[in-house]
């Protein structure tokens, strides 16, 4: 970590004084294990392909810091066990006019997260007493080890029937059931009584779509309709203290219609309008230790309604290898959801009044052989249209553009495969690529001196796959941050420098 | 003929010139009715820092500029500097500096403001071991004393921002000790310093004792001060355990001390006779802790006693809103004179637990420590637990306010107390005396 806050060498204990300086990450260990299996069989009389799904995981880690990296942990740590099933059915008509895909699936997953150390850390590993309490991830008296529980199980099901060889009709089905529980053996038995409420999160979804061609192919439409139920019954935790257990309901019609019209052999436009909405997920709600952060729940989350227009133009040569592609959309916003950022707590999910984005992408791709390129760049502009009457923020927030989100960035990919190699009938392919994200602001942009920004990032990653024939095996080299920048996330952490990747596959059925 | 013809124009133009240099002469010296006006005296300045509320209805963005007493009009942050994107600090100013005390992660940073508005970072230090460090207290250009949730006052250089000692009251400390407040059997389980003054060669050091720092419940009803004798104090020393002189303790009044609410205000001052008052401010006002604590007052400590003056009582909320209404704020302007915000409960949000302290529902009063009387300032509703920290200039006092989705400072006139709304400001202002 550069720029960061270490002991100068005349400091003692008693007398902590520090300097600006760089430190290595201490407390960041992370050891992951993941087995899983496929087993299925395909071309039966009731099914094209029917898949059991299985997978089991281990991650072990230490937690350098939450969602900000003001002050480093040095002791927190948490293990995670998930186990995880799923299993496929598909299968079409005969006469090929329908086709069902239906997924049933259960996830359980436990963790432990233990932060008792009475201990206060500096970034280059020295630490002192903590003058109070204990936990380096909050204000506890005891410390936390929050034990998260969460049982999940869902059914999703797919179905597109051809009406007529011009028209098809699709009808998705998404239900999930998400059941959470948190115990917390070092708070006071006072405080554990709300934790040990389960809470549930219920979802379904259906969306029905037609697809239509008319004029020899050239104009396509997709009208759809999609229906969003939620329920949701969620502990509050306000202020280190655990409440009620809150019940929310959504109940929520989406619909929109995409048109892509093709102009002639080489210009084609597509147009849409949709009015989208998105549900809070369960780590949302329920918040939760994951992804590097500790989330705090917050049960009041309503889904995030959009009204999104979007239009296209595409360009493609006369031999169809080089592709153009401008767009423009925009997003008139409502409750959009949004991770804040609660000093020394973790962080949280809001809703924001209102939001309006505006954007233009661009994009290219050329394939040549063995050689493909792909370049796009994505400019847009969110910014807060309203506040709410209850909204702390100030009204001179309103028309300021939402921090902590990129809002310019491209990406440039070269691949270049090597096939007739004279020393192996392996096939050895190259990806060399760019990631560029303009700087941007983490708080509102008030026009101020010096505001407080991440950097710019230009990322150049290089990677080398070796391929047996018939890709009985693989082994891959990576390298990513190849000039070794310094990178940041969203929230300014910065991020692995340079790094390097070894990965090796082994496929037993082609054996 | 051409000669004499030049000779007279050139003699008339001479003595012309003379003349007229004898009349400026006469004009400009010697005549007392026309003197030049002496140059009209700069208006003074004050540092504001305003503070943006950010998305996630906690954390704020400040901006430091200068500003002149005589601005009108909208003041936006672009001729300001960004101080911090996002958290929660406080702020004081000694020396022409602005020390930006930032709790959320425990550091100071120095920054000083220029007559241009230049602002630059001068130095910075850790603060961690304080856990959350309350107000600072400056003795002179080499001394200055900082505590917080710690039983060590961290004494610091605040010329080089370098820590240098430390005052050690664990002795003193009754952080372990049992507690039948707020309930029997409790125990004290940390003490904060939250503020710190400083008289003579006395040190004032107000606690904050607390049952679980948590939720901040508080572990006694009365007003706690640590007394510290500085002669006895090594500044380059760890410990100085030995100048700590007493615990005082007033059950009149609860905790005293701002530990860094509303933006680096104080609720301990001096006058002009060397008496320190201090405002027993229930916990901010809380009105939760009602009935247990007394009504909101002002102790005092005379000057040369370093004990509570048992003859010295003011219920500062008896003489303004009535006795329930919480006073916030401690704004002295001399002679006995102070503003300070009164809270006026039933505007409270009812289903919002922290609206006595966020919400607008404080009024701006002005009180006199002497006679023991109050006025009311204006009406308007202020977040007064936050819009706190003024600035005084001759007879005018420039006050922070903020309402719903309005931001301004305020000018009262001292002697009539008239109010008006001086200059609307991007975010919540507050002022710092700049000499």
């Not at chain 1, 929109?256 to 997920?281: A, H, K, L």
């Not at chain 2, 009262?412 to 975010?427: K, N, P, S, W």
Request: hydrophobic residues 35%.
């Amino acid at each position: 970590m550069d720029d960061v806050l270490v002991w100068d060498e005349s400091a003692t204990p008693q007398l902590p004084t520090t300097e600006r300086g760089r430190a290595r990450r201490f407390n960041d260990a992370f050891d992951s294990k993941l087995g899983r299996i496929n087993l299925g069989v395909r071309d039966l009389s009731w099914a094209d392909e029917i898949v059991l799904f299985s997978s089991l995981s281990r991650v072990n880690r230490e937690w350098q810091h939450d969602i900000i990296p003001n002050n480093p942990w040095g002791e927190p740590s948490s293990e995670e066990d998930s186990w995880s099933s799923a299993l496929t059915w598909r299968n079409t008509s005969n006469d090929g006019r329908l086709s069902l895909n239906i997924t049933g699936g259960y996830l359980e997953n436990k963790l432990d997260f233990l932060d008792t150390a009475r201990r206060t850390y500096y970034w280059d590993g020295n630490f002192i007493p903590k003058p109070a309490g204990a936990g380096e991830s909050g204000n506890y008296d005891n410390g936390t080890s929050p034990r998260t529980e969460l049982n999940s199980f869902f059914v999703r099901s797919s179905l597109i029937y051809s009406i007529h060889p011009k028209h098809y009709v699709n009808l998705t089905t998404l239900f999930t059931q998400d059941r959470f529980k948190i115990t917390n053996s070092a708070l006071p038995v006072e405080r554990q009584e709300g934790l040990g409420e389960p809470q549930e999160l219920l979802k379904n979804y259906i969306g029905l779509s037609v697809e239509s061609s008319f004029m020899q192919d050239r104009i396509t439409n997709i009208i759809s309709a999609k229906h969003y139920y939620q329920e949701s019954d969620v502990v509050e935790f306000n202020a280190f203290e655990t409440g009620d257990l809150i019940e929310n309901s959504s109940n929520s019609i989406g619909y929109g219609d995409v048109i892509r019209y093709r102009i002639s052999q080489n210009f084609t436009s597509n147009i849409g309008y949709e009015y989208t909405i998105r549900q809070p997920d369960q780590e949302e709600l329920f918040g939760g230790i994951a992804d590097g952060r500790i989330v705090i729940p917050n049960p009041y989350l309503e889904p995030e309604l959009s009204n999104n227009f979007n239009a296209s133009l595409e360009w493609k040569n006369q031999q169809g290898n080089l592709r153009l592609v401008s767009g423009y959309f925009y997003r008139n916003t409502e409750d959009k959801l949004f991770l804040r950022v609660v000093p020394r707590s973790g962080s949280q999910y809001i809703n924001l009044t209102s939001t309006k984005t505006t954007g233009v992408e661009v994009s290219a791709d050329y394939k040549k052989d063995n050689l493909k390129l792909f370049i796009n760049g994505s400019y847009f502009s969110t910014k807060l249209k309203s506040i709410s009457e209850e909204s702390d923020l100030s009204q001179s927030a309103i028309g300021l553009r939402i921090p902590n989100e990129p809002y310019l960035f491209a990406n440039f990919i070269s691949d270049y495969s090597f096939t007739k190699l004279s020393f192996t009938k392996a096939e050895i392919a190259l990806r060399y690529s760019v990631n560029y994200v303009n700087s941007f602001l983490i708080s509102w942009d008030n026009n101020a001196t010096g505001q407080a920004t991440t950097p710019t990032q230009t990322i150049h990653n290089l990677s080398a796959v070796w391929r047996a024939p018939k890709e009985r095996w693989s082994l891959g080299l990576e390298c990513r941050n190849l000039l070794d920048e310094q990178a940041f996330d969203n929230f300014n952490v910065q991020k692995p420098g340079r790094s390097f990747y070894i990965k090796a596959r082994l496929f037993l059925d082609k054996l | 003929m051409k000669k004499p013809h030049y000779f007279i124009k050139r003699y008339v133009f001479s003595w012309c010139l003379l003349l007229s240099f004898v009349l400026f002469l006469s004009c400009s010296d010697d005549d007392p009715d026309t003197a030049i006006e002496p140059e009209p005296a700069e208006p003074s300045q004050f540092a504001m820092v305003t503070s943006t509320l950010n998305s996630d209805g906690q954390t704020r963005a400040f901006f430091l500029q200068r500003v002149s007493v005589d601005s009108t009009g909208t003041i936006d942050n672009s001729g300001a500097t960004e101080l911090s994107p996002a958290t929660s600090a406080m702020i004081h100013a000694f020396n022409g500096s602005i020390f930006f005390s930032d709790y959320a992660i425990g550091q100071m940073v120095k920054w000083s403001v220029d007559g241009s508005n230049n602002v630059s970072n001068q130095a910075e230090m850790s603060l961690v071991e304080l856990g959350f460090q309350g107000n600072t207290a400056f003795r002179d250009e080499n001394s200055a004393f900082v505590g917080g949730l710690s039983t060590s006052i961290v004494i610091f250089n605040p010329t080089t921002m370098t820590k240098t000692g430390t005052i050690d009251f664990s002795e003193f400390s009754k952080v372990g000790e049992s507690t039948d407040f707020p309930m029997p059997g409790g125990t004290y389980q940390a003490e904060s310093v939250t503020e710190i003054i400083i008289r003579d060669n006395y040190l004032f050091a107000s606690l904050m004792p607390l049952t679980n720092i948590e939720s901040f419940q508080p572990a006694e009803i009365g007003c706690s001060i640590i007394v510290v004798d500085l002669n006895q104090v090594d500044l380059n020393a760890v410990g100085n355990a030995d100048a700590v002189v007493k615990r005082i303790y007033d059950e009149r009044g609860s905790s005293t001390g701002a530990w860094g609410s509303g933006g680096g205000n104080s609720f301990m001052q001096m006058d002009e006779n060397n008496d320190i008052y201090v405002l027993s401010h229930n916990f901010w006002a809380n009105p939760f802790l009602r009935p247990s604590f007394n009504p909101a007052c002002i102790l005092r400590i005379a000057n040369g006693e370093t004990d509570f003056d048992e003859d010295y009582y003011f219920d500062v909320e008896a003489i303004s809103g009535g006795t329930g209404n919480g006073v916030m704020n401690f704004e002295y302007y001399g002679n006995g004179k102070f503003l300070a915000a009164v809270q006026d409960p039933s505007a409270a949000d009812p289903d919002n637990p922290f609206s006595y302290f966020v919400d607008p529902i404080f009024q701006w009063w002005s009180f006199d420590l002497y006679d023991q009387s109050a006025s009311i300032v204006t009406e308007e509703y202020s977040r007064g637990a936050l819009a706190a920290v003024s600035y005084f200039d001759e007879d005018s006092g420039y006050i922070p306010f903020e309402s719903s989705g309005e931001n301004f400072v305020m000018k009262v006139d001292l002697t009539t107390l008239d109010a008006v709304q001086h200059i609307e400001t991007v975010g919540l202002p507050a002022l710092y005396d700049l000499e």
